[in-house]
């Protein structure tokens, strides 16, 4: 409204400047002689007597004389025009409309005030599984635009009969493969982990062509073997402000490594939460952490080594209550055990949740820790012996303090949690914190109150 306001003074001030110098001209041609002294035309009155009206000389000086006045005139309005340009561009610096040539018409406030969709790439890492369909069919299924949403399925090991599975999907999918499949020299006591130093090879290669060939701003690394959640989208399309607004947030997972079916609130698939692991399958970074991370990249097992506090620096990923990804790959560089011992047990959420429609600034640094830390130790304390026969069960959120590695090992296996600790960060902690469900209600495995920070030795 103001800009239209603007240009409609400035329109009518232009057309006042025109009309008023015609009408000064128009005055000066008009206007009769000026009067003279008496002295002046007494001896002026023999010379009128006695030329004609029609003197040529007397019109020249006439003209001469209204030429000179409508310079001088013309001189002063130059000068009150110039006045308000100075006012006008003093205004501008302001804040006000630009002093510059129009321009095409502006587009509507509301539509310029609306950003851009976010494009976040999708990263689906393959080797020689052919069973990558049941991912990619889940991911085309479940994704809400191409635009916003391009796969990329980069392929390793030159496995012939997953490289037709790829290409089956046509331009839904953009196939792109690993040209170095070469042997990678190791020492020979790490011969039997030849398949870790390919993986961080793949890795490194993939993330350079998203990030540095196809220059997307974010990507979201998914394996072969992961299904995604109905919600899957949505979920890291809502978190990615989050992650880009944050500087104390460096990843988005979709993964709860304490995810089994017995250990989340089945009826809360909202909850987020912030974590100091870092917990991979299927996980958001943008590029800039990208630059931060390639050029110290491991030769091999390159997530443990983003779990490292060099590389952490004291940042935070978000993770949900109900994982928004699971695996289905027994076959793999771990063989199996894993597979069958945790990660086929992990629950996978099927309900959609609208997070882009949710309020998730309580996730922000601040906000979050003031009010985690405070429901954490107003909850009651209990011995893990308690918590596990389910007693005081009139108490739906409890405590339990451990004071050490080992304590924090043998309650975490009492309570069905993961017991390892990466650079002494627990699985799904944060500020020391596991968070889960037992037996129906909210338990808190707790360091004392007191902690001041993660022991990089309690490995």
């Known amino acids: 409204m103001l800009k239209k306001q603007t240009a409609g003074l400035v329109l009518w001030g232009a057309v006042l400047f025109v009309a008023w110098n ?26 009128a007597a006695a030329a004609p009206d029609d003197d040529p000389a ?29 006012h006008y561009e003093a205004w501008g610096r302001r804040g006000g409309p630009s002093t510059g040539p129009a321009g095409p018409p502006a587009p509507n406030a509301a539509a310029a005030a ?38 990329i399925v980069s392929q390793d090991c030159g496995h012939e009969e997953t490289a037709q599975v790829i290409a089956s999907y ?40 998203v990030f540095h060939t196809f220059r997307f701003a974010a990507a979201v690394v998914v394996e ?35 995810g089994k079916e017995q250990m989340v609130d089945a009826a809360r698939p909202e909850l987020l939460y912030r974590t100091d692991f870092f917990p991979g399958l299927g996980w958001l970074l943008l590029a800039e952490l990208w630059t931060e991370l390639e050029p110290k990249w491991p030769r091999a097992f390159w997530d443990d080594w983003m779990r490292r506090p060099e590389q ?3 940042r935070a990923c978000l993770r949900p209550e109900i994982s928004r990804t699971m695996t289905f790959g027994r076959k793999g560089v771990s063989h199996g055990q894993f597979f069958d ?13 609208p997070f882009t429609q949710l309020d998730l600034s309580y996730l922000r640094r601040e906000a979050y820790d003031r009010d985690f830390v405070a429901r954490v130790y107003a909850a009651p304390q209990l011995p893990v012996e308690k918590v596990r026969t389910n007693e005081r069960q009139e108490l739906g959120e409890v405590r339990v303090q451990y004071t050490s590695r080992d304590s924090f090992k043998a309650f975490a296996k009492a309570l069905g949690v993961m017991d390892d600790l990466k650079s002494g960060v627990p699985r799904a902690g944060y500020r020391g914190v596991v968070t889960f469900q037992f037996r129906g209600r909210r338990v808190h495995l707790a360091p004392p109150q007191t902690w001041d920070g993660y022991d990089p030795t309690w490995n």
């Open 22 to 47: 015609a009408i000064v001209l128009l005055f000066f041609w008009t206007r009769p002689a000026p009067s003279r002294l008496p002295s002046d035309a007494a001896a002026a009155a023999p010379a």
């Open 312 to 314: 952490r620096q004291g």
């Open 170 to 209: 046509g331009r839904a999918v953009t196939h792109i493969r690993q040209p170095d499949l070469s042997p990678i020299a190791v020492q020979p006591d790490h011969r039997k982990f030849q398949g870790y130093y390919k993986i961080a090879r793949h890795y490194r290669w993939a993330l350079s062509q």
């Open 224 to 258: 072969d073997d992961l299904e995604v959640a109905p919600d899957f989208f949505e979920y890291f399309q809502a978190t990615y402000p989050l992650l880009r607004a944050d500087p104390s947030l460096w990843c988005v997972s979709a993964w709860n490594d304490n």
């Open 341 to 353: 011992q945790h990660l086929k047990f992990i629950k996978l959420n099927q309900q959609f949740v």
């Open 58 to 86: 007397s019109l020249a000086r006439e003209v001469m004389r209204l030429a000179q006045d409508a310079e001088a005139e013309l001189e002063r309005q130059r000068g009150l025009l110039q006045q308000i340009r100075e």
């Open 114 to 151: 609306t950003p851009p969709p976010t494009v976040i790439a999708v990263l689906v890492i393959a080797c020689d599984r052919s069973t990558v369909r049941r991912c990619l069919d889940k991911l085309l299924h479940y994704r809400p635009s191409a635009e916003r949403f391009p796969i």
